[in-house]
């Protein structure tokens, strides 16, 4: 198990960016899968970026706009989502989330796949 604390969140104008980190507690193997969701206000959590040994995805609303990183390995990972040309839509809930589920097969996206999880940060973006 690994702990996952994000930062970064805030409010921003439309068309403008935001880069949000998420501190990893604890130890994370290169090309454990990671990923960061979002819950908009009045719909379900859901992926938005996800990085595994297997490359990395991204949903349709944030292709070409937000792009997942990360810096350090082992016992100082810090996982980023760079967001650009932010939209009025994009305002939610962000979390980070890490550790597939054993034999997981679906999608890289769902929210099912991964077992630890941040306590999320605000992104409010105004028109």
């Known amino acids: 198990q690994v702990q996952l604390a994000e930062s970064g969140g805030g409010s921003v104008q439309a068309g403008g960016s935001l880069r949000l980190s998420c501190r990893v507690t604890?130890?994370?193997?290169?090309?454990?899968?990671v990923a960061w969701f979002r819950q908009t206000p009045g719909n379900e959590r859901e992926g938005i970026a996800s990085?595994?040994?297997?490359?990395?995805?991204?949903a349709e609303s944030v292709k070409g706009r937000f792009y997942i990183t990360s810096e350090g390995t082992g016992n100082g990972v810090t996982l980023m989502l760079q967001m650009n040309s932010l939209k009025a839509e994009d305002t939610g809930v962000y979390y980070c989330a890490a550790r597939s589920r054993r034999g997981w097969g679906g999608s890289a996206l769902s929210r099912r796949r991964y077992m630890d999880w941040g306590q999320g940060t605000q992104v409010t973006v105004s028109s």
């Open positions: 990085r595994d040994s297997g490359g990395i995805e991204y």
């Open positions: 604890g130890y994370l193997a290169a090309g454990t899968p």
